[in-house]
């Protein structure tokens, strides 16, 4: 065999060696890239999922607010009590309609409590309160200041809904106007927890869930003055803070430091976002405020996927 023959021989094995290690390599990067692609499904639909889950909670919601708009607070002798409770000019005089009222809608309320109402309060046309079902002892303060929902449906006798802090909680917000006799009389509040979504996400979606919310939302001086005792730190982000009622079950407490870098990246987008880690998805929702459609809150929920285990 001629030396010539030999070099050819080596430079074919040589080429064949090289185009193996190009297969190789080609091979490696599209199972990788595959994977990529399927692991951003997953995180995407988880996602999905949340987003899905939570606007069918808030539908359930607006329903019952709507229903209780409809049956309870339009009801005529509701609605004559108001009539009357606006056309009285002495205050005096308004105690024994505030009664009245009030003996009408705390059976009403007392149910609803039952599936999460923690709210219902009636204010006049001029942002005064009348009368507040779960506070009947505190009345007649100015709401303009501190509760943009209520002066805006007051001014433009619009309904509005969403997540609004108050003086001493947040809630998601139904306010609703009330007319009688072709007469504009006021707004009513009909609000519903954060701790009760958390439950509805989680009998839908069959996940650990919770809520957290922007320290900035309890800046307020009577905010300040507060204990806090309903609210503790969230472990996810050091600028919000979670209800202790409810929360996960202690799962997100391992949450690693390479994995919290990349929640507080995501989460100065303000978009929803998927991580994963060791098999478990964690998705963020972004939940925006009634006034400034600025994003204050986030829905949030751990998942156990099998899926994504697979891809790893």
Not at 199 to 205: G, H, K, Q, T
Not at 271 to 299: C, M, R, W
């Amino acid at each position: 065999m001629t030396i010539k023959t030999i070099y050819s021989l080596f430079r074919i094995k040589m080429l064949l060696a090289a185009t193996f290690i190009v297969l190789i390599f080609a091979v490696f990067f599209v199972t990788q890239h595959n994977m990529q692609l399927r692991k951003d499904a997953v995180l995407s639909q988880q996602i999905a999922n949340l987003r899905n889950t939570y606007e069918i909670s808030m539908h359930g919601f607006e329903i019952l607010a709507d229903s209780i708009d409809s049956t309870v607070i339009n009801r005529e002798d509701v609605l004559e009590i108001l009539y009357r409770a606006k056309h009285t000019i002495n205050d005096d005089s308004l105690a024994p309609i505030r009664d009245e009222l009030f003996k009408i809608v705390k059976p009403h309320f007392d149910d609803l409590k039952k599936v999460g109402v923690i709210i219902m309060l009636f204010s006049f046309e001029n942002n005064k309160t009348f009368l507040r079902a779960h506070k009947p002892n505190k009345f007649d303060d100015d709401l303009s200041k501190v509760r943009y929902s209520f002066k805006y449906v007051n001014e433009n006798k619009k309904t509005v809904r969403g997540l609004e802090e108050g003086k001493i909680m947040h809630a998601f917000r139904n306010i609703y106007p009330i007319f009688y006799k072709g007469e504009y009389l006021g707004s009513v509040d009909i609000a519903f927890s954060s701790d009760v979504l958390v439950e509805r996400v989680e009998n839908l979606y069959q996940t650990d869930s919770h809520f957290i919310i922007n320290k900035n939302v309890f800046m307020t001086n009577i905010w300040k003055m507060k204990d806090m005792v309903n609210y503790t730190q969230s472990i996810e982000h050091e600028n919000f803070l979670q209800s202790k009622k409810l929360h996960a079950n202690g799962m997100e407490a391992n949450l690693n430091k390479k994995l919290k870098k990349k929640i507080y990246q995501n989460i100065e987008n303000n978009n929803a976002f998927s991580l994963e880690d060791s098999g478990q998805i964690i998705s963020f929702l972004p939940i925006k405020n009634i006034k400034n459609k600025k994003t204050v809150a986030y829905l949030i929920s751990y998942v156990d996927s099998d899926a994504l285990k697979n891809c790893n």
